[in-house]
């Protein structure tokens, strides 16, 4: 049986905006050695704004974010919102003929015809088209039509608020703090560097979060915390997954055993203090 004093920690965590799915989950909080990561969504707002427009090849500024925007309308990934938003009443009721999403990489539609790519580096690579490999201080979503290279926009993003405390605080618990993500090197560098984070992985798929994983799990009890569609397998393999309840989709509410309602990262330092108080309670 379970010791009360496990429903009394869940309960006292749910006032914290922490809803723990099962009183297993207490001990495995209370063994977390690592602590992983995703960024965008998780660590940073994940609300990008578009801090730059780059045409090339003839194409001009408005042709590059219109034709970016129509491939992205249907797409729910935050860059994709921040696209179509940047846009705002200029954006025509264009429809895709047809559309693609490639899960950590981009968008592939077809628009009165053309071809149509935005996605990162990685997409432009795969798909043979050439393209400026910049730093240009945010995320630079690059855009090809028919092959060919129109340019690239810059998004950015913020990192939450308490971010930089929840990274402070699991180290204070002696927690290993690992940062992985689907962003380039450059993005992921500035992000951990300003957050304190020693360890990360940049430029991932979604299997390779997952083997980001299955690798930290080697070393000790692994949990991670994740917001998006992408973040659900990963969250499923780690020994305690977490999700954003708020910015998260379905996906990664569903499988988590842990979910922040308010999307606050220090809430994980926070229930792994939680869990090694109720067990010193129990013992
Ligand atoms: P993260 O791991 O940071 O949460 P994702 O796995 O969602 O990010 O995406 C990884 C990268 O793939 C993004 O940084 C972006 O470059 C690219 N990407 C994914 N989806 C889109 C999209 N709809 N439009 C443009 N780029 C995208
Ligand atoms: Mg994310």
């Known amino acids: 049986s379970v010791p009360l004093s496990y429903f009394a920690s869940i309960g006292r965590s749910a006032r914290e905006e922490v809803l723990i799915k099962g ?3 207490v001990d495995v909080l209370n063994s977390t050695e690592i602590v992983a990561f995703d960024k965008t969504g998780t660590l940073t707002k994940g609300k990008f704004s578009v801090s730059k427009i ?5 194409f001009s500024e408005d042709e590059v974010l ?8 249907n797409s729910n990934h935050p860059i994709a919102r921040s696209i179509v938003e940047a846009l705002g009443e200029r954006m025509e009721a264009m429809e895709p003929e047809s559309y693609r999403e490639i899960s950590g990489r981009g968008v592939i539609a077809k628009v009165d015809g053309k071809e149509i ?7 432009m690579h795969e798909l043979g088209i050439e393209h400026d490999s910049c730093d240009v201080g945010g995320t630079a979503v690059h855009v090809g039509v028919d092959g060919r290279y129109a340019g690239y ?4 993003d913020e990192v939450k608020e308490d971010a930089e405390r929840a990274v402070r605080e699991l180290k204070e618990l002696g927690c290993r703090v690992v940062m992985v993500t689907g962003d380039s090197e450059e993005v992921a560098r500035r992000v951990a560097e300003r957050l304190g984070i020693d360890e990360y992985h940049a430029e991932l798929l979604p299997e390779g979060k997952v083997s980001v994983v299955e690798g930290l799990k080697k070393n000790g009890k692994v949990a991670f915390a ?22 998260g989709s379905d996906a990664s509410i569903d499988v988590a055993d842990v979910v922040i309602m308010d999307d606050m990262p220090s809430k994980v ?3 792994i203090a939680f869990a090694r108080r109720t067990q010193r309670i129990v013992w």
Do not use: Q, T, Y
């Open 23 to 25: 009183a297993n989950f």
């Open 54 to 58: 780059v045409p090339k090849n003839g």
């Open 66 to 73: 219109m034709l970016a925007a129509v491939a992205e309308v």
């Open 117 to 123: 790519v935005v996605g990162n580096d990685a997409l």
């Open 153 to 156: 926009i810059v998004v950015e």
């Open 226 to 247: 994740g917001d998006g569609i992408n973040d659900a397998p990963v969250i499923a393999a780690a020994d305690v997954g977490i999700a954003m309840g708020g910015l």
């Open 269 to 271: 330092p926070r229930s």
